[in-house]
């Protein structure tokens, strides 16, 4: 069973920072891809970025340039560096993790940027 831990969310105004942390534990294998997703008021879930085990990321359109993710496979953490951030990148944002087609999430960490 995977256990995936978020930290890091907070109040910020636009044009902010923030960092997020996500802290994998339980039965995580050595391939894998890691990420961060995240869900407005009254909308769906989306993709902000992913990372694989190789260090390959893909970025949603709308954080390219703005958002970096990072991993340390050794801890079993992924990271998500957020600039310049702007109203609309409020939400709750997810910790995620696929392997072996299967998908693990954590509880969520909220993200408020003001106006």
């Known amino acids: 069973q995977v256990r995936l831990v978020e930290s890091g969310g907070g109040l910020v105004q636009a044009g902010g920072s923030l960092r997020l942390s996500c802290a994998g534990s339980g039965l995580i294998f050595r391939i894998n891809t890691m990420g961060w997703y995240r869900q407005a008021p009254g909308k769906q879930r989306e993709l902000v970025a992913t990372i694989t085990s190789g260090y390959s990321t893909n970025y949603a359109d709308s954080v390219k340039g703005r958002f970096t993710i990072s991993r340390d496979n050794g801890k079993r953490t992924v990271d998500l560096q957020m600039n310049g951030l702007k109203p609309e990148d409020t939400g709750v944002y997810y910790c995620?993790?696929?392997?072996?087609?299967?998908?693990?999430w954590g509880q969520g960490t909220q993200v408020t940027v003001s106006s």
């Open positions: 995620y993790l696929r392997q072996s087609n299967n998908d693990s």
